[in-house]
């Protein structure tokens, strides 16, 4: 059974800075995509940022030069740091993950960036921004 388990969160001042945990198991797959999406109050959910099994990496406009996404393979852990945080990066950030992803389809963006296609999904942890 595949289980993502997300750590990191928590209460932080404007400009400053976060790193979120996905620790995954059960997860054997050798071709796959992980990713963080969020949702804010009242707000859909969104694709932040993913990281595919070849090392690609995407983010969303708005974090594009704040966050960085990385992966630890010897710890089955997939990590986002987080910098220059901004009140309106507030939300329960969700780690998820696909496996043997479609190579022409978009995860984390354009028709992805609600999440509908990715398979496995851990419980969230909590970013807030304080200005």
């Known amino acids: 059974e595949v289980q993502l388990v997300e750590s990191g969160g928590g209460l932080v001042q404007a400009g400053g800075s976060l790193r979120l945990s996905c620790a995954a198991s059960?997860?054997?797959?050798?071709?796959?995509?992980i990713g963080w999406f969020r949702q804010a109050p009242g707000k859909e959910l969104e694709g932040v940022s993913c990281?595919?099994?070849?090392?690609?990496?995407t983010y969303e406009d708005s974090v594009k030069g704040r966050f960085t996404i990385s992966s630890d393979n010897a710890k089955n852990t997939v990590y986002l740091q987080m910098d220059s945080l901004k009140p309106e990066d507030t939300a329960v950030y969700y780690c998820?993950?696909?496996?043997?992803?479609?190579?022409?389809?978009?995860?984390?963006?354009?028709?992805?960036?609600?999440?509908?296609?990715?398979?496995?999904w851990g419980q969230g942890t909590q970013v807030t921004v304080s200005s």
């Open positions: 990281i595919s099994s070849s090392d690609g990496r």
């Open positions: 059960g997860f054997t797959f050798d071709d796959y995509i």
């Open positions: 998820a993950a696909v496996s043997r992803p479609d190579p022409t389809y978009d995860y984390c963006s354009g028709n992805g960036r609600r999440g509908y296609a990715m398979d496995y």
